[in-house]
C-alpha cells in the first residue's frame, strides 16, 4: 500500500541520487570530502565550522490536481500489487517541493557544488522504479540508528518501490521576491539554493472498508496557488490590509479562511471561484502565518461538513511608530538613549525582535542593529536602549521574526519614515 513512508521514500531516493553521484563524480578532488543531508536549513552549522554540504529540504507539500488519471492508475496497480479486486478510497496525490542549498567555508565550495547538483538532476529529470528501490534497499541496510532504516523494517522495499512508480524531478525558478519569503520563513543564513518539484507521490488509506460509501471531495476540493499583497504599490501584507488569495475552486457553498491554524474560520470581503479578498484581522502576530480555504456543507443529518484547501504560507510585516528620547553623550561625538516603538499588531512574548537604524545621508550612510529583549507578556510597546550612535537622521524599522516593518516612499523614490533625529 502507498503508506506515510512514500514522503520519506522519495526524500531518500533524492538524497541516495545526489550521494552517489558524488562518489562517482571528480568534484570531490575539488572540493574535498561533501555530505549530503535532509535537514531543515537552521539546523546546518555554519560560520567558522561549515563544512561542504549538500542540503535537501522538503519546505512544501502540495496536491498534484491529475485526480482522473490517479484514480485510473491506482485502481490498476492496486489490483496488481495488493491482488484486491475492491476499488478502494482513491489516493491522495502529491507534489513535493524540495529547496537544495550548497554550503562551502571556502571561496567556490558553495558555487562549485550547487551547480554540480543541478547538472545532476538536469541529467536526471525522471527515476525509475528500478532506480527507487536500489536506493530504498541502501537506507534500509544502513545504520539502525538511522530513522528511515528503523521504519522501513518488516515493509516491502519492491512494494514500497512499486507503488511509489516514477519520480519526475523539474526545477522551480523564484524571483527575488519569493525567494526573499521563502528565506525569511526558514530564519536563517542564507545560502546558494535552487528549487525542484518531484512528482507525484500517492498516499492510500489504510482502511478500504472504511472508504468505501464515502463520497470522493478531491474534484471539488479548493486549491490556493498564490497570496498576495493588495496592490503593487503595497507588496508588503500588514495588519487591516487585504490579503488576495488566488488559487482553483475557491468558492464553496459556504466560504470561510482559516489563519494560523486555529479553528476560528473568518468570513472573506469578497468570493469568487479563482481569487478572495479578505481583511487581515489584528490578532495575529508578525511573521509567517498559514492560510486555508474552508468550504462548508450540511450534510444529511444537519452536521456542516469542511473541505479544506491546501495551507499557504504569507508573511504578516509589522508597522510601527517610532520616537526618541533621553539622549545623552556617550563619547567623542557619539550619542545614547532609548527609542520607543510601537507595534501593530502586538509582539508576542516569545518573538525574536531586532531593531535597525539606517542612517539618511549621502555620505557613507551607517547602520546599527539592536537585538530587543521583549517582556513575559504580548506589548505593543517596547522601549529600546541604544548606545554609541553618531548624531544624524536615522530610518526606523525593526524585524519580528523575520519579518521586516515597511517604510513609507516619498515622490522621490526615496524612503523617508518612520524616522527619529540624534543630536
Request: glycine share 4%.
Amino acid at each position: 500500500m502507498s503508506n506515510a513512508l512514500s514522503i520519506a521514500a522519495v526524500t531518500a531516493v533524492l538524497k541516495d541520487l545526489l550521494e552517489n553521484g558524488l562518489v562517482s563524480d571528480s568534484i570531490t578532488a575539488s572540493v574535498g570530502d561533501v555530505i549530503v543531508t535532509a535537514l531543515p536549513p537552521d539546523l546546518i552549522t555554519v560560520g567558522t565550522d561549515e563544512r561542504a554540504q549538500l542540503n535537501l529540504f522538503l519546505y512544501q507539500v502540495t496536491q498534484n490536481r491529475n485526480v482522473d488519471w490517479v484514480s485510473q492508475e491506482f485502481r490498476s496497480k492496486n489490483l496488481r500489487i495488493n491482488k484486491n479486486p475492491r476499488s478502494a478510497n482513491p489516493p491522495l496525490a502529491l507534489d513535493l517541493h524540495y529547496l537544495l542549498t550548497a554550503y562551502g567555508a571556502k571561496d567556490f565550495q558553495a558555487e562549485l557544488l550547487l551547480g554540480y547538483a543541478m547538472q545532476l538532476l538536469h541529467r536526471t529529470p525522471a527515476i525509475a522504479t528500478s532506480a527507487i528501490e536500489n536506493a530504498l534497499r541502501n537506507a534500509a541496510t544502513r545504520s539502525t540508528a538511522n530513522v528511515f532504516a528503523q521504519a522501513l523494517v518488516g515493509i516491502s522495499v519492491s512494494d514500497l518501490a512499486e507503488q511509489i512508480g516514477q519520480i519526475k524531478l523539474s526545477p522551480e525558478f523564484f524571483n527575488m521576491e519569493d525567494t526573499s519569503k521563502l528565506w525569511s520563513a526558514l530564519q536563517t543564513h542564507y545560502r546558494p539554493s535552487a528549487s525542484y518539484q518531484a512528482s507525484m507521490v500517492l498516499i492510500e488509506s489504510d482502511d478500504t472498508q472504511k472508504a468505501e460509501g464515502l463520497c470522493m471531495m478531491s474534484l471539488s476540493q479548493p486549491s490556493i496557488e498564490q497570496v498576495l499583497a493588495p496592490t503593487e504599490t503595497e507588496q508588503l501584507i500588514v495588519v487591516d490590509s487585504t490579503l488576495v488569495i488566488r488559487g482553483k475552486r475557491l468558492r464553496g457553498e459556504i466560504t470561510r479562511i482559516r489563519v494560523d491554524n486555529t479553528e476560528k474560520l473568518l468570513v472573506p470581503e469578497d468570493v469568487k471561484d479563482t481569487q478572495i479578498s479578505l481583511l487581515v484581522p489584528p490578532d495575529l502576530y508578525a511573521g509567517v502565518q498559514g492560510v486555508q480555504v474552508v468550504h462548508l456543507k450540511m450534510g444529511d443529518a444537519g452536521q456542516k461538513q469542511q473541505i479544506e484547501s491546501n495551507v499557504a504560507p504569507f508573511v504578516l510585516h509589522p508597522k510601527i511608530v517610532a520616537a526618541i528620547a533621553q539622549v545623552e553623550k556617550s563619547g567623542e561625538n557619539l550619542r545614547s538613549g532609548a527609542i520607543t516603538v510601537k507595534f501593530q499588531p502586538k509582539v508576542g512574548k516569545t518573538q525574536r525582535v531586532v531593531l535597525l537604524l539606517n542612517e539618511i545621508s549621502n555620505k557613507s550612510p551607517v547602520i546599527y542593529t539592536f537585538p530587543v529583549s521583549v517582556d513575559n507578556e504580548d506589548t505593543d510597546a517596547i522601549t529600546i536602549p541604544i548606545d554609541n550612535i553618531k548624531p544624524g537622521t536615522y530610518l526606523v524599522r525593526v524585524r519580528v521574526d523575520g519579518a521586516e516593518s515597511p517604510c513609507n516612499m516619498n515622490q522621490a523614490g526615496e524612503y523617508d519614515a518612520p524616522q527619529v533625529i540624534i543630536t
